[in-house]
């Protein structure tokens, strides 16, 4: 079974994507309002009964339904408006995820956990001290999410297929995202080497702004963030081994400690199975750390 905490917009679009994808016989929505998890379970199931898939969704109020999850998705908590930053949603989530992750240990304590909720790095890492999970069990979604933006914007920019380009963002999920131009190719041609440098740059501030244009444009992200949660399921599920920028805990790795935040990791059968540690140039490091110092200087103020 997969669990979904939070049966909001995103929860909901991450149900529905992982269910199409078949990952699990059953799906289960868990969340404090009563009604909605068990809504989006009926419409959710009336629309694979039509599609002839054979996965189960379940809505609950019910911590103790999660018993047996293999995988559990913590998208609880509130979104950011037009005009904040991830990082001013600290203070009200921090409490959310700490209460759902002591949930999580107490009916799924085999599970692997992938938090959602923003501000996604502090929360990935209140998710892993908070649990005492070993950090390859605890991995947070946010890279894959802003790599798939920043893909649209190299095919906007090229013209050439989207199935082409291949790209890693890593760092903080919030105001020091960083996008990797350097590293991102099209059929293993370096993007530098197709565009400008004015061209990379434009890239580079686009990936970082765009949420919140959807944001002020839709009132939410939600597509892209539930196929990338379903993305990061299915490379667990399926065992694929896939390199995703995912938040985890830093041991020593990009000289940081203590500290979860974006990195490429190899997802397998047993979650994060190795870290890869590229070769960053000043800029690069500069940014990443400038991300670093932002993840902890917020959980410097918060118990957990
Ligand atoms: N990491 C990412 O890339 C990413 C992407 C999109 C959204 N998000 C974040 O995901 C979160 C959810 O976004 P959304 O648009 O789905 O919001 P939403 O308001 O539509 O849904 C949130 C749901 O959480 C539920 N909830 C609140 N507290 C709960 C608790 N203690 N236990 C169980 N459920 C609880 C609410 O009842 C609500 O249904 C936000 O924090 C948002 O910023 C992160
Ligand atoms: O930007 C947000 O607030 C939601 C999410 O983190 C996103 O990148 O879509």
């Given at each position: 079974?997969?669990?979904?905490?939070?049966?909001?917009?995103?929860?909901?679009?991450?149900a529905?994507?992982?269910a199409?994808?078949?990952?699990?016989?059953?799906?289960?929505l868990l969340?404090?309002a009563e009604?909605?998890?068990?809504?989006?379970?009926?419409?959710l199931?009336?629309?694979?009964?039509e599609?002839?898939?054979?996965?189960?969704v379940?809505g609950?109020?019910?911590?103790?339904?999660?018993?047996?999850?293999?995988?559990?998705?913590?998208?609880?908590?509130?979104g950011?408006?037009?005009g904040?930053?991830?990082?001013d949603?600290l203070?009200i989530?921090?409490?959310?995820?700490?209460?759902?992750?002591g949930?999580?240990?107490?009916f799924?304590d085999?599970?692997?956990?992938?938090?959602?909720?923003?501000?996604?790095d502090?929360m990935?890492?209140?998710?892993?001290?908070?649990?005492g999970?070993?950090?390859?069990r605890?991995?947070?979604?946010?890279?894959?999410l802003d790599?798939s933006?920043?893909?649209?914007?190299?095919?906007?920019?090229?013209?050439?297929?989207?199935?082409?380009?291949?790209?890693?963002?890593?760092?903080?999920?919030?105001?020091?995202?960083l996008?990797?131009?350097?590293?991102?190719?099209?059929?293993?041609?370096?993007?530098?080497?197709?565009?400008?440098?004015?061209?990379?740059?434009?890239?580079?501030?686009?990936?970082?702004?765009?949420?919140?244009?959807?944001i002020?444009?839709?009132?939410?992200?939600?597509?892209?963030?539930?196929?990338?949660?379903?993305?990061?399921?299915?490379?667990?599920?399926q065992?694929?081994?896939?390199?995703?920028?995912?938040?985890?805990?830093l041991?020593?790795?990009?000289?940081q400690?203590?500290?979860?935040?974006?990195?490429?990791?190899?997802?397998?059968?047993?979650?994060v199975?190795?870290?890869?540690?590229?070769?960053l140039n000043?800029?690069?490091?500069?940014w990443?750390?400038?991300?670093?110092?932002s993840?902890?200087?917020?959980?410097?103020?918060?118990e957990?």
């Open positions: 079974m997969i669990t979904i905490i939070g049966a909001g917009k995103v929860g909901g679009d991450a529905l994507f992982s199409l994808r078949r990952l699990d016989d059953e799906i289960l969340d404090i009604g909605l998890p068990q809504g989006e379970a009926m419409d199931n009336h629309m694979l009964s599609q002839g898939i054979d996965v189960n379940k609950s109020n019910n911590y103790e339904d999660m018993k047996g999850s293999k995988i559990v998705v913590v998208v609880a908590g509130a950011r408006k037009p904040m930053t991830r990082m949603l203070k989530n921090a409490g959310v995820v700490k209460d759902v992750v949930n999580i240990k107490k799924a085999d599970a692997m956990i992938i938090p959602v909720t923003n501000p996604l502090p990935a890492q209140i998710a892993y001290k908070t649990s999970f070993d950090r390859s605890v991995f947070g979604m946010g890279g894959m790599l933006r920043f893909k649209q914007f190299i095919h906007e920019a090229t013209g050439y297929s989207r199935e082409s380009t291949k790209a890693l963002v890593i760092g903080e999920h919030g105001e020091n995202m996008p990797l131009t350097r590293f991102a190719t099209v059929s293993g041609i370096p993007l530098p080497t197709l565009l400008p440098k004015e061209k990379l740059d434009e890239i580079f501030t686009a990936t970082k702004g765009v949420a919140a244009e959807v002020k444009l839709k009132g939410a992200t939600v597509h892209a963030p539930g196929n990338a949660i379903s993305a990061m399921i299915e490379s667990v599920v065992d694929k081994k896939q390199v995703i920028p995912v938040s985890t805990n041991d020593g790795e990009y000289g400690k203590d500290v979860s935040i974006g990195v490429p990791a190899v997802v397998g059968k047993k979650g199975e190795k870290i890869l540690e590229l070769e000043d800029e690069e490091k500069e990443f750390n400038k991300g670093v110092d993840v902890k200087n917020a959980l410097s103020g918060v957990f």
